[in-house]
């Protein structure tokens, strides 16, 4: 009974082959039906550990077992079941992959992803010529108070290049910078002058005592770095290290100063205090995980040459929250 099903099904193939055919073909296999023709893909092999036969015609593969008989076209498994005298048919349900047949897709290579964009927070100051941090003799009145001297920073903007690989690449992008010098003298800077200097205005002004005196600074950063990461065992954490120059437009300049006494109030000017209109920057990155550091500095001069006190400026902070 097996046979005569199985016989039948390959009828039922053959046929629906032959249906297909051009029907010159039709006439061209009729004219040459004389003539046998041995075909690669017809090939009977045996497993002697599972006695199953296994034959492949014309794209379909028939195996065949004492119980059972499996006959497989194209990716559709049509299965001949005999047991205790009685045959069935089974035809199960086409899976995504297909019934011993394995699709795998071909995974997509991972993107290298750099560490800029983010807001970073730190402290802020400058060098004087000799790379000192501490101001003496005639820019002694330009000393700082150091913590509270602040930067902040929103680098809103990333693109990132990798080197055929997700652990090292080129990042670039935009940002903003915002600097924050808070004086420790009661003085404030020059504006509108051909050289910015030190205002002692309200040094003479018995009816102001100054609480506050601070000089602020905008520029908007174009950065260009080099980074390589080392994965952990962590999936998602890696280590980073990233270095390299970070180029800055400045956008904006002011003074303000708070006091008290007999006349209480805050004066705010904005000028651009013969402020460099260009800088760059030299940055160094690191990071894992939730922490994450940079530093700054700056080999040119905060002021133009010659039309203020020679300064360089530098930060020092943690990259708090990545964009």
């Known amino acids: ?28 296999d009729l004219e040459f039906a004389d003539t046998l023709e041995a075909n690669t893909m017809d090939t009977l092999k045996l497993t002697p550990d599972t006695k199953q036969q296994t034959s492949v015609v014309e794209g379909t593969e028939k195996t065949t077992s004492p119980d059972t008989t499996k006959i497989r076209f194209g990716k559709r498994n049509i299965v001949i079941v005999e047991k205790d005298g009685t045959t069935s048919i089974e035809i199960p349900e086409l899976k995504e992959s297909g019934e011993n047949i394995e699709i795998r897709e071909k995974s997509k290579p991972k993107k290298f992803k750099g560490h800029w964009a983010a807001v970073e927070w730190g402290f802020n100051g400058y060098m004087d010529a000799n790379h000192s941090i ?34 090292a690449g080129l990042v670039t992008g935009l940002g903003f910078e915002f600097n924050n010098y808070h004086f420790r003298n009661p003085i404030t800077l020059t504006a509108g002058t051909p050289v910015t200097g030190a205002d002692s205005t309200y040094i003479l002004d018995p009816n102001k005592n100054v609480v506050k005196s601070k000089f602020s600074t905008t520029h908007l950063t174009v950065p260009l770095l080099f980074e390589f990461q080392i994965p952990t065992g962590h999936s998602k954490h890696r280590i980073f290290f990233s270095t390299g120059v970070i180029g800055g437009v400045k956008i904006g300049s002011s003074t303000k100063v708070q006091y008290e006494g007999t006349k209480k109030g805050k004066d705010k000017t904005r000028n651009d205090f013969n402020l460099s209109q260009f800088r760059y920057g030299l940055t160094a990155r690191i990071g894992y995980g939730g922490f994450r550091v940079f530093a700054n500095y700056y080999p040119t001069p905060l002021f133009e040459e010659g039309k203020g006190p020679e300064l360089y400026p530098f930060t020092v902070g943690l990259i708090l929250l990545k964009l």
Not at 5 to 28: C, E, F, G, R, W
Not at 134 to 145: A, T
């Open 134 to 167: 501490n101001m003496k003799d005639d820019l002694r009145y330009l000393e700082l108070k150091q913590g509270r001297s602040w930067n902040f920073n929103i680098n809103f903007l990333q693109y990132s290049l990798g080197f055929n690989t997700d652990k």
């Open 1 to 28: 009974m097996k046979r005569i099903l199985t016989i039948a099904m390959m009828a039922v193939i053959s046929l629906y082959a032959i249906a297909q055919k051009n029907p010159v073909d039709i006439l061209i």
